[in-house]
């Protein structure tokens, strides 16, 4: 049986993963592959209990906790759902994965993104997506277009700062591992993105189903 891809969409808040996760969807669909669409936090039952404390907690919340709810909500996902679909051959599109981690916790929260590395090696969580989506536009231009949301949740609260740390750390992450990660101007128009998430994938597809 051949191992299934794992593709990942990541990028901060507003900047169009949730839309371009359904578009990645009718694309596999359209490919004839097998796939498995998630999300993280979540993706298992336990894993969106974890979301929900996670994104949801009243009061103040130690950095070091959040970084622990959302690896533990990874470690349940990979094992019981990620990994199993990938032994299958089948794809597992995942919307946020180590990345936002690494980004939001190792640089936004500043517990140091090698911390955040080990912590996940330390637990077994060795995965690393065939494929990274990163959309990238500035953090005031993904914050308007979540302005028309509801209230926000406490991550979304956080400072600009917070996340200028944050979408520092997810392009330094793709500088390093530009045969993983593609970066896509999520400022363009949403044609012009799905045209860029379109090569990219085209990159992984069996040559048959391309
Ligand atoms: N988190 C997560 C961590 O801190 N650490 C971790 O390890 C993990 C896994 C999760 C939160 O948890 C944090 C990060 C997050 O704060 P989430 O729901 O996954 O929350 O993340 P959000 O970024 O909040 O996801 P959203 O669904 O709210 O935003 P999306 O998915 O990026 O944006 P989307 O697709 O909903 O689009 C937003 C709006 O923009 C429009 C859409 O129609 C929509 O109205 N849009 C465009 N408009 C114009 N042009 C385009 N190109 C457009 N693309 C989309």
New binding site residues.
């Given amino acids: 049986m051949t191992r299934g891809k794992f593709i990942t969409l990541e990028?901060?808040?507003?900047?169009?993963?949730?839309?371009?996760r359904a578009f990645l969807e009718s694309l596999l669909n359209e490919a004839g592959v097998a796939f498995v669409g998630t999300?993280?936090?979540g993706g298992t039952p336990l894993g969106e209990s974890l979301r929900n404390l996670v994104?949801h907690a009243e009061g103040q919340m130690q950095a070091e906790t959040?970084l622990l709810l959302?690896a533990a909500s990874r470690v349940e996902h990979v094992a019981t759902v990620i990994e199993p679909a990938l032994q299958r051959g089948e794809w597992v599109l995942c919307?946020?994965?180590l990345d936002?981690?690494v980004a939001?916790?190792g640089a936004?929260r500043e517990l140091g993104v090698e911390r955040v590395a080990q912590l996940h090696e330390m637990m077994g969580v060795v995965l690393t997506p065939d494929l990274t989506i990163l959309?990238d536009m500035t953090v005031e231009a993904g914050l308007e277009?979540?302005a028309?949301?509801g209230a926000p949740?406490r991550?979304?609260r956080e400072t600009l700062a917070f996340f200028e740390r944050a979408r520092m750390a997810y392009l330094q992450r793709a500088t390093a591992a530009p045969e993983r990660v593609v970066v896509v101007d999520?400022s363009?128009?949403?044609v012009q993105?799905q045209v860029q998430i379109q090569d990219a994938l085209e990159r992984i597809l069996p040559r048959s189903s391309a």
């Fill in positions: 990028g901060l808040e507003g900047v169009g993963k949730t839309t371009n999300r993280e936090p994104l959040e959302m919307d946020r994965f936002a981690s939001y916790q936004g959309l277009r979540m028309e949301r949740d991550i979304e999520a363009q128009t949403l993105v």
